[in-house]
């Protein structure tokens, strides 16, 4: 069974700061990744997702993030946060093994943006 | 035009009531979901239904029924309710369960329930 893991449970960064968050996954074929954004108060919503191709996947808001497969990274990177990224993301992996597909998160890392 | 609905958004009640929770998606999909993000904001899928039919029951105390009159609504009915259940659920939808894993989910708002 897959999994994943998110190392940073919180980061407090100042507004124009450089972000990167990790994701690691384990498992060993073929997957499909996700990074889910949750602003405070409201339903995760998708930031970018990769199947194939160009591992650097750029999403909404500025957001953008690679896939290493040597390393099962997908981290999530932004060059400059902004007040309005403080929110908790959620990276997530599906596995394309045909079947009945089931997601899984990882356990969040919340973001703070202190202006 | 919302995409998940969830209805209601707050649920307070108490030890050993018996509460449902409602949930339609207007996206034409084929695929609900119920997850349950505990206080740690841990996001764990508890059922997945494809087109009225129950796909994914994973390991949910059998106080949890979910049903789905059709392929646009999850419901989660939710029996004996514990301390332990207090938590947001969220229902979501995609476009199919199967195939290589390739679509989004799209969430609804999420129900707090709080069982005092």
């Known amino acids: 069974a897959q999994s994943v893991s998110q190392h940073n449970h919180h980061v407090i960064l100042s507004e124009a700061a450089s972000l990167e968050l990790g994701c690691n996954y384990s498992?060993?074929?073929?997957?499909?990744l996700f990074w889910y954004v949750q602003y405070p108060g409201q339903h995760l919503q998708l930031l970018l997702k990769?199947?194939?191709?160009?591992?650097l996947v750029k999403g909404i808001k500025g957001f953008e993030a690679e896939f290493i497969k040597s390393k099962f990274s997908f981290n999530l990177r932004k060059p400059s946060v902004q007040w309005s990224d403080t929110a908790e993301y959620f990276c997530?992996?599906?596995?394309?093994?045909?079947?009945?597909?089931?997601?899984?998160f990882g356990t969040g890392t919340k973001l703070q943006v202190i202006p | 035009d919302t995409a998940v609905s969830q209805t209601p958004k707050y649920l307070v009640t108490q030890m050993g009531n018996d509460k449902s929770i409602k949930c339609e998606q207007n996206?034409?999909?084929?695929?609900m979901y119920w997850y349950k993000q505990d206080s740690k904001k841990f996001l764990k899928i508890m059922f997945s239904y494809n087109n009225k039919e129950l796909i994914i029951n994973e390991t949910v105390p059998n106080r949890f029924s979910p049903k789905s009159p059709d392929k646009a609504h999850l419901n989660l009915h939710i029996n004996s309710l514990e301390l332990g259940d207090s938590a947001v659920y969220f229902c979501?939808?995609?476009?199919?369960?199967w195939g290589e894993g390739r679509n989004e989910q799209f969430f609804g708002p999420g129900t707090r329930l709080t069982v005092l």
């Open positions: 498992y060993g074929g073929t997957v499909n």
């Open positions: 990769y199947f194939s191709g160009d591992p």
């Open positions: 997530a992996v599906n596995v394309g093994s045909g079947g009945y597909q089931k997601v899984t």
């Open positions: 979501a939808s995609s476009q199919e369960a």
């Open positions: 996206l034409g999909h084929d695929t």
